[in-house]
């Protein structure tokens, strides 16, 4: 039945008349309810809401013209549909019915089949009504929430019918009614007013789709960016008349965001300087159309000890001195070179138009010149020196690539050399580019091919003396060169960011195989190092997390290690990452403690659990042959400070780079938890640890250890 979802609420006096509605309509699939005058009927519409009313028109008490007029004064039953019932047919008193409020009315007596179709009538209608209502809500709604309004222009008359949404959006006081051109053109800012006019005049002529955009001043000074296209839309009861329908969209913060974006793009926020990206461009451009029989050179100066300038000065200091560089090379663009900041601490340059490479050495000497002129912050002194690198073209190459490449070596060969100086790129200097080129080339191809794999080394318990972890290590097996030292391709993955697809390979490979030993039977946790550029990524601790429940390794089961120099560069946010870890129940340790820059007060607001001695402290260490005492040891301090500063904060210690009985003695005397380096094992791949954990004990007394 159609009417099963609706219900109606008859209202009538005579109580056979109003059974037989109530029976007609409950046979045809309605909820019905009944009230026997008016005052009941206002009183069951205070809280039920029916879908339609059926009234009569005359009964005791309240009339049904009163009834229907207080029906529609309840908030939640002004949009019912009434249906009057009446045994008049006059035209007064259905004139008066539909001035309160009904929408249809039936003679008495009623014929059920043309009830039923009534009702039917209204009902699809009321809901049709409703639906139309939501959407026109939904449209003004979206086109508010978006800055969009609609018009239409009359190519007769050139009147606007602006949308309420589009008076709300150009902010036009007054009514919704027609707008005048000239008015409308009057508040388009007067930059684009002529061409404004121009195209809407040209699409009043020739009624053709239009689209402009212009600055429109609002009545209360408000400056807006708008966005108006129009189409021609013929009058269907007239087809000679035609009006241009369109739109209009504030694009106000669209184009400024976009501006901003090309800015940023282009420049850099700090200096004002030209960026990195439109440097390289201007390369390229330059190369692409050289000037016959002139030199140009791309320099790369970089600010020595930098560093040293933000330690002492703070990152706001940092930023005033390089500020104050941006602008004694500025001016260097009055002689039509072309400067930049390429990132950092380093600027770049273009110096163009050379005749000859030593009018290249007397503008360098120049910048050497003005960059060390004393800088004054906060009524200091502040020193600063440049390295500069250059490279030629073409005499260097007439690649830009390898011109850039060029000129960043020769800076850093300069920084070797002491700094304050400019140095060439050389032949051999290009040589060791294309090595490291090759390498890269090699290096992305590895990836690829999963070339990169973990390698374990295993870490002992110094009680036991038995396998309770290992560190995870990357090792290369190249399939033409065997295994490459990671000395040769650590650093570059470091700086082409290709450490972080590696690191997390070997974090995935860790896992797996740590899961697999431990289903075997050995409770073993697993090390593994987060690299500098693995630890910025926002996302580091979501992979980690998500690793681990791909894999099935408890949390507990996996260390990360950060490096110390990691904890300085970025503290606060060392800090959040490390209790994210900690949060999950993931392990936490620093490597190579004291080999960086930070402070104790730094190390204890870290959330670590261990803190590794670094293998620099370890390796030195020997028995004092002086005092013939096996338990004497020299060099030995660093690493007996750093292991009693960890116990006294609560923290696990490992030592790494074991590789005498001397060294072992000792960090057991001091009570080192754990112990790694080729004493007990170099780091081996997979297949191998394996068998190390299967099949072979440590040939290592604890007693004749200690």
Wanted: glycine share 6%; aromatic share 8%.
């Amino acid at each position: 039945m159609q009417g099963a979802s609706h219900s109606i609420l008859v209202v009538d006096d005579e109580v056979h008349f109003r059974e037989l509605l109530r029976s007609v309509l409950k046979f045809a699939g309605y909820e019905v309810s009944t009230a026997d005058d008016g005052e009941a009927a206002i009183a069951r519409c205070q809280t039920d809401k029916p879908d339609l009313i059926l009234l009569d028109l005359v009964m005791p008490g309240l009339s049904g013209i009163e009834t229907c007029r207080r029906l529609k004064a309840i908030p939640h039953i002004k949009d019912t549909p009434i249906i009057i019932l009446t045994a008049c047919n006059d035209t007064e008193t259905i004139t008066e019915s539909f001035a309160v409020g009904a929408v249809d009315f039936i003679v008495k007596p009623v014929n059920s089949e043309l009830l039923k179709q009534r009702v039917a009538y209204t009902l699809t209608n009321d809901e049709l009504r409703g639906a139309l209502k939501i959407k026109e809500k939904e449209l003004s709604d979206a086109q508010r929430a978006a800055g969009m309004g609609t018009l239409r222009i009359d190519t007769r008359s050139g009147q606007i019918k602006f949308s309420r949404s589009c008076h709300e959006l150009l902010g036009i006081s007054g009514d919704t009614g027609d707008y005048d051109l000239s008015a409308l053109l009057a508040h388009i800012h007067a930059d684009d007013r002529d061409h404004a006019e121009f195209v809407l005049t040209r699409a009043l002529e020739t009624k053709e789709y239009y689209m402009l955009e212009y600055g429109f001043i609002t009545d209360d000074g408000r400056e807006l960016i708008i966005a108006q296209q129009g189409e021609p839309v013929r009058d269907e009861t007239d087809p000679e008349h035609i009006w241009l329908f369109g739109s209009l969209q504030d694009v106000t913060e669209t184009r400024l965001a976009r501006e901003e974006l090309e800015y940023q793009r282009l420049y850099d926020t700090l200096t004002g300087l030209q960026n990195r990206r439109f440097f390289e461009t201007q390369v390229r451009h330059i190369l692409a159309h050289p000037r016959d029989d002139n030199l140009f050179a791309v320099v790369f100066i970089g600010l020595d000890h930098f560093t040293r300038i933000n330690d002492s000065l703070g990152h706001s200091g940092g930023d005033f001195v390089l500020r104050e560089i941006a602008k004694r090379l500025e001016v260097y663009e009055n002689s039509g070179h072309i400067v930049s900041r390429f990132g950092g601490d380093v600027f770049t340059l273009i110096i163009r138009n050379l005749v000859h490479s030593e009018d290249c050495n007397r503008i360098l000497d120049k910048i050497l010149e003005d960059i060390r002129e004393p800088t004054l912050f906060g009524g200091h002194e502040v020193f600063v020196t440049a390295s500069i690198g250059v490279s030629l073209f073409p005499l260097e190459s007439e690649d830009p690539a390898l011109l850039l490449k060029g000129a960043e070596a020769a800076m850093i060969g300069s920084r070797k050399e002491g700094g304050d100086r400019y140095t060439y790129h050389t032949f051999d200097m290009n040589q060791e580019s294309q090595r490291r080129t090759q390498i890269l080339r090699e290096m992305r191809s590895a990836i690829n091919r999963q070339e990169f794999v973990a390698y374990y080394q295993p870490q002992i318990d110094s009680k036991s003396m038995r396998i309770v972890g290992m560190e995870a290590l990357v090792r290369w097996q190249h399939p033409t060169k065997g295994n490459v030292s990671p000395g040769e391709f650590i650093g570059l993955a470091e700086e082409t960011g290709l450490i972080v697809p590696i690191g997390e390979h070997v974090l995935w490979q860790a896992c797996r195989d740590t899961i697999r030993w431990r289903d075997m039977g050995f409770d073993l946790r697993v090390s593994v190092n987060i690299s500098a550029k693995q630890f910025e990524e926002d996302d580091v601790c979501d992979l980690i997390s998500h690793v681990l429940e791909e894999t099935g390794l408890p949390a507990t089961a996996l260390e990360v290690e950060i490096t110390e120099s990691m904890a300085v560069k970025d503290h606060r946010a060392a800090v959040f990452k490390l209790e994210r870890l900690r949060e999950i129940g993931i392990k936490t340790s620093m490597d190579d403690f004291g080999t960086g820059y930070s402070s104790l007060s730094q190390l204890q607001q870290l959330p670590l659990d261990t803190l590794k001695v670094d293998q620099a402290f370890v390796r030195c260490i020997r028995a004092s042959k002086r005092l013939g005492n096996r338990d004497d040891f020299e060099n030995s301090a660093i690493a007996n400070a750093v292991i009693a500063m960890a116990h006294s904060m609560g923290l696990n210690v490992i030592a790494e780079g074991v590789e005498t009985e001397d060294q072992l003695r000792f960090l057991m005397q001091q009570n080192s938890d754990q112990l790694q380096g080729f004493l007990f094992s170099k780091p081996l791949p997979a297949d191998e640890f394996e068998s190390l954990l299967k099949n072979a004990e440590l040939q290592l007394d604890p007693a004749n250890a200690g």
